[in-house]
């Protein structure tokens, strides 16, 4: 839990629910752990380089996806502010920055 509280602080201004992100991928990772001896899950085989290093780059990513929008959502952030100081309306901002 005490990993799961710094990210929360690091995504805290974004709208991305990194608690149920990290829930599933970590959910994810202890069920293909549990079940490695059993058989390949979705033709995944963690017991061999390959099925390891796909999942592997996998989480490699998503972890960028993340921070990518994360800063993505940042950068809209500051745009919109500096367009308010400029005194533009705020129908203006919400169509030109958020779509």
Not at 62 to 89: N, P, T
């Amino acid at each position: 839990m005490p990993v799961v509280k710094e990210f929360e602080k690091l995504f805290r201004c974004s709208d991305i629910d990194i608690t149920a992100l990290a829930t599933l991928v970590s959910g994810g990772l202890y069920y293909l752990s549990l079940h490695k001896d059993r058989s390949p899950f979705c033709g995944i085989d963690i017991n061999t380089a390959e099925g390891y290093e796909r999942i592997e780059r996998a989480i490699e990513f998503l972890v960028r996806k993340i921070y990518e929008e994360r800063d993505i959502q940042d950068e809209k952030k500051a745009i919109a502010r500096r367009l308010r100081e400029a005194g533009v309306d705020e129908e203006v901002i919400k169509r030109s920055v958020w779509g």
